[in-house]
C-alpha cells in the first residue's frame, strides 16, 4: 500500500537559518508532489507542486525553494528564515490522472 | 489566489441534525474534492465528485456540484460528536498541470 512520510513533526528554528523538510511516498511511482501552508486557522496555500523529477512549479513568490531529486521525495528549503515563514507545513501526493490527495502528517514550524 | 472558498466559516451544531457546507470556484475544473482535517493533522480525503457528476453520496456524506454556478455543496447528515472538524474543498483544474488548490475550509463544531 501508498505511504507518505513528512519529517520532522515540530521544528523550532531562529530567523536567519536553513531548513530542510522532506517528504518521502512509498508504494508508487510517478506520483504529482505537493507542499502547502497552512496559517493558524486557516486554509492551505499551495506552495509547489511537481509532476516529476526536477520538475519544480511555484505558486506563490516567496523565501522557500522545493527540490524533487529522486522520483519519491520532495524537499521544501529556506536559506535563511524569516519570522513569517512559520507554519505547518504539509506535504501531499497524488497518483496518474486526476485523483485523490494524501496527506502527511504536517511539520509544524515554528521560526524565533 | 485560492481556488476555492467555503462557507460558512465555522459552523455549530447539534448532535443528529445535518450539516451543509459550500464552496464556490473559479475556473475549470477535472473534478471537487473534499477533505477533513482533524485539529494539528493531515488531510484525510472524503468524497471526489467529477465535473460531469452532479451529486455523490458516501454513507452519511452527500455531495452536490453545480459546475455552471462553480459552486458545491457538503452534507453531513446525523451529525456525530466525531465529526467535529474543519472540511475543505478543493479543485482539480483540467489540462497538464496538476495543481490541487483549496479553500479557507469551514470549521464544524457537533456538540453532543
Known amino acids: 500500500s501508498q505511504t507518505i512520510h513528512q519529517w520532522p513533526a515540530t521544528l523550532v528554528q531562529p530567523v536567519g537559518s536553513p531548513l530542510s523538510l522532506e517528504c518521502t511516498v512509498e508504494?508508487?511511482?510517478?506520483?504529482?508532489l505537493y507542499w502547502y501552508r497552512q496559517a493558524a486557522g486557516r486554509g492551505l496555500q499551495l506552495l509547489f507542486y511537481?509532476?516529476?523529477?526536477?520538475?519544480i512549479s511555484s505558486e506563490v513568490p516567496q523565501n522557500l525553494s522545493a527540490s524533487r531529486p529522486q522520483d519519491r521525495q520532495f524537499i521544501l528549503s529556506s536559506k535563511k528564515l524569516l519570522l513569517s515563514d512559520s507554519g505547518f507545513y504539509l506535504c501531499?501526493?497524488?497518483?496518474?490522472?486526476?485523483?485523490?490527495?494524501?496527506f502527511g502528517q504536517g511539520t509544524r514550524l515554528t521560526v524565533v | 489566489s485560492q481556488q476555492g472558498e467555503e462557507d460558512p466559516q465555522a459552523l455549530s451544531i447539534q448532535e443528529g441534525e445535518n450539516a451543509t457546507m459550500n464552496c464556490s470556484y473559479k475556473?475549470?475544473?477535472?473534478?471537487l474534492q473534499w477533505y477533513r482535517q482533524n485539529s494539528g493533522r493531515g488531510l484525510v480525503h472524503l468524497i471526489l465528485?467529477?465535473?460531469?457528476?452532479r451529486e455523490k453520496h458516501s454513507g452519511r456524506l452527500r455531495v452536490t456540484l453545480d459546475t455552471s454556478k462553480k459552486s458545491s455543496s457538503l452534507l453531513i447528515t446525523a451529525s456525530r460528536a466525531a465529526d467535529t472538524a474543519s472540511y475543505f474543498c478543493?479543485?482539480?483544474?483540467?489540462?497538464?498541470?496538476?495543481?490541487?488548490?483549496f479553500g479557507s475550509g469551514t470549521q464544524l463544531t457537533v456538540l453532543p
Open positions: 478543493a479543485t482539480l483544474r483540467r489540462g497538464s498541470a496538476r495543481q490541487l488548490t
Open positions: 475556473t475549470s475544473i477535472n473534478n
Open positions: 501531499a501526493w497524488t497518483g496518474g490522472g486526476y485523483t485523490e490527495a494524501f
Open positions: 511537481s509532476v516529476g523529477i526536477g520538475q
Open positions: 508504494g508508487t511511482s510517478n506520483p504529482n
Open positions: 465528485i467529477r465535473s460531469n457528476e
